[in-house]
């Protein structure tokens, strides 16, 4: 029998310039799977209470201009027959912050650029996009980067329960990288993370068109 997907979900690898890391190598992990659904709270940032969330003494290296896969699964222990209950539909988004130490940053606060985001078209969810890829969000690294040290922070977002305020359920975690091979051309303007978007505040099964959904978040960054 086929595992069957179930509930919440974790970031839980990543893999980069073809190299698959072992599960929370170079990831804050939590050990629940649980939502954060206060947009005012600093766990915001990279996941934290009520989901007690680990440390990372390693930093992952990455190219400029690759694409890496932030690999989502139910638990720690999931295969990717097992990445988030199909129902849990919403946005999926991936932001990066430039830092001196990516082991001992926070991530609370501004800094935060983001580098992908994907929502609602052709009738489907971007984390229905996620799940049917194997538990794969597949994020590109902008090639004008300066080389340094960042936190990744990949986020998927459930909106079933988005009717009221903190109904939303958003699942984040944060990689810490050390980026190579970048142009340096670039100066992202950044932002804080928390924030009360339309796009957390909606019932999804009223909607009549793609337009009707506003991803949230800042505006995305591009090399051009």
Not at 127 to 144: A, D, E, H, Y
Request: with cysteine; charged share 15%.
């Amino acid at each position: 029998m086929a595992p069957i997907a179930s509930a919440h979900t974790i970031f839980t690898q990543l893999t980069a310039d073809g190299k698959t890391y072992a599960v929370s190598y170079g990831i804050r992990t939590p050990t629940y799977d649980g939502p954060q659904t206060d947009v005012s709270s600093k766990n915001m940032a990279c996941n934290g209470a009520p989901n007690p969330t680990r440390s990372s003494d390693k930093i992952i290296p990455v190219t400029a201009g690759s694409n890496v896969s932030a690999v989502w699964r139910h638990t720690l222990e999931s295969g990717p027959g097992d990445v988030m209950d199909p129902g849990h539909k919403g946005p999926v988004m991936a932001y990066l912050k430039k830092v001196t130490d990516a082991k001992t940053d926070t991530g609370v606060g501004g800094g935060w650029f983001k580098i992908q985001e994907g929502g609602y078209a052709n009738g489907q969810w971007a984390t229905n996009t996620v799940i049917s890829n194997k538990g794969n969000q597949v994020i590109s690294i902008p090639k004008c980067l300066a080389d340094g040290q960042y936190l990744l922070r990949a986020e998927m977002v459930a909106l079933h329960g988005a009717r009221s305020t903190n109904g939303a359920q958003l699942y984040m975690e944060c990689a810490q990288i050390e980026v190579t091979g970048g142009t340096g051309t670039a100066n992202p303007k950044t932002y804080n993370l928390q924030s009360n978007d339309p796009g957390l505040l909606i019932d999804i099964y009223s909607m009549k068109t793609t337009a009707a959904y506003t991803i949230p978040g800042p505006p995305l960054f591009t090399c051009s």
